[in-house]
């Protein structure tokens, strides 16, 4: 008999460690993967997973791990959650596929309203599905340039927007997204991303928002320019929090010039940052915005959505698809959206980034090598130096992450040069199961700065 309790009843929210990581199943898996699996694709943890649950993931030697990670963001309403449980197994037995260019359906209007309803600001919006954060993202620069019949694309340093051949464009760092990859796409420019600590002391962020526009206008020319294409907090390239008032200062500097707002909200969406969209903090309404990870509860799904004039600009037929808005994805995202809204995970989302920063703001005090604490609500991070400079110490944050995996908590790593600890824990985790892995990660700064 196959069990049909979802998993989130069976896993117990507890760390509960019976080998020592990663367990003889997890080992001989590693071995196979070797012999099938191309080595370019790369795991952060050496143990394989059996199931998950709540903020739990249990291996398939029966190690319980705590997940501080969220598959990158994307688990925020927890794994394997009844209501999402139940909306997948049923949509998944009605029907799974029918392409919603040829077959439309109920649920991809849904998400498309559902997006209309909660991304910034009170005007007419338009939405269309894809799959994953690239494909949204190189539909939203096909969209913008459609819409303004403009070319050139600023992007800004150490941002992260995808792997695909446009979307590595338009990332910044070189190793391992790009290296041995190009040509890379044409008509990108990078300008510097407002980063307080490492910019000159003082430095504000209408300050940085000149140095960068300053830049676009001189070697690009405001007029060739179809967007300006940011997220609102960097994730991959180190949950960099631009000094407040630099995103207000590119809005307006857009609108002024009839140049399009895209703010990737790829990682800071769905309530992860204290709000629907991490815009809102700063009071910035982009054109366009581009959705994925958080927005199905760990289905694949990815959402372009705009101002109606632009998204309708295009063509018919001119954007889509054979997977994009698929019913189970669909049904998965109006399922952790309701949870999202019944269990304001928004509120959520915040006391956890005050369990977070307290946690950690200890460290800072304690240890030179942490440099600052940042980020907003459950997307926090620290970031590692050389003690006595801003010298980045990648060594040192991946020692951190490997004493927290052989523990039996998931933190991952960021940032340009790799020295930065991120943490996106799924917004319902337990106030306890928190604690415990936040303790195990403070232990781990405190074994490796010494
Ligand atoms: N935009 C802001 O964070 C994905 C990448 C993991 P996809 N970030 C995780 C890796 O190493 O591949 C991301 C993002 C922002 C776009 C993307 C791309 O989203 O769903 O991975 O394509």
Redesign the pocket.
């Known amino acids: 008999m196959v069990a049909t309790a979802p998993a989130a009843d069976l896993v117990p929210q507890e760390r509960r460690l019976i080998t020592a990581l990663p367990g003889p199943r997890s080992q001989a898996l590693a071995a196979r993967r070797v012999a099938a699996v191309a080595p370019g694709v790369s795991s952060t943890l050496p143990v394989y997973v059996e199931r998950a649950g709540g903020a739990v993931l249990v291996d398939v030697d029966g190690n319980h791990l705590i997940d501080l990670g969220s598959g990158?963001?994307v688990t925020s309403v927890g794994h394997a959650v009844p209501e999402v449980v139940a909306a997948v197994s049923g949509q998944a037995s009605r029907f799974t596929h029918t392409c919603f260019m040829v077959g439309p359906y109920e649920g991809y209007v849904e998400v498309c309203e559902a997006l209309n309803r909660l991304t910034p600001g009170t005007h007419d919006k338009l939405s269309a599905l894809f799959n994953?954060?690239?494909?949204?993202?190189e539909n939203a620069v096909k969209i913008a340039r459609h819409a303004t019949g403009r070319q050139a694309v600023v992007v800004f340093d150490h941002a992260?927007?995808?792997?695909?051949n446009l979307?590595m464009a338009l990332t910044a760092k070189s190793h391992p997204?790009k290296q041995g990859f190009g040509p890379f796409a044409p008509e990108i420019y990078r300008v510097p991303m407002s980063y307080p600590l490492r910019d000159p002391a003082g430095m504000s962020g209408t300050e940085a928002a000149a140095r960068a526009l300053g830049m676009a206008e001189k070697q690009v020319g405001a007029a060739t320019i179809a967007a300006v294409l940011i997220?609102p907090i960097?994730?991959?390239g180190g949950f960099v929090v631009p000094a407040p008032g630099f995103l207000a200062a590119i809005s307006e500097w857009c609108r002024a010039n009839d140049v399009l707002l895209i703010a990737?909200?790829?990682?800071?969406g769905f309530c992860r940052t204290g709000a629907w969209f991490a815009c809102e903090d700063e009071g910035v309404v982009p054109d366009l915005i581009?959705t994925?990870?958080g927005i199905a509860a760990g289905l694949?799904l990815?959402g372009v959505t705009g101002r109606a004039e632009i998204m309708s600009h295009v063509h018919v037929g001119g954007l889509g698809g054979t997977y994009g808005g698929n019913p189970v994805a669909c049904a998965a995202a109006l399922a952790g959206i309701s949870v999202m809204e019944d269990g304001d995970l928004v509120a959520r989302a915040r006391r956890v980034g005050e369990s977070l920063r307290s946690a950690l703001g200890g460290a800072t005090d304690r240890h030179s090598g942490v440099a600052e604490v940042r980020g907003r609500g459950a997307m926090q991070a620290i970031e590692l130096v050389r003690p006595g400079s801003i010298e980045p110490d990648p060594q040192a944050a991946a020692a951190v992450a490997a004493a927290c995996h052989r523990q039996g908590v998931i933190v991952l790593t960021c940032g340009t040069w790799g020295n930065v600890i991120r943490l996106l824990p799924p917004l319902t985790i337990g106030d306890d199961l928190l604690e415990e892995g936040l303790s195990v990660l403070v232990e781990a700064l405190d074994e490796v700065l010494g």
């Open positions: 990158i963001a994953s954060g690239a494909e949204a993202v992260y927007h995808g792997r695909t979307t997204y997220e960097q994730g991959e990737d909200e790829v990682q800071t581009t994925a990870k694949p990815a």
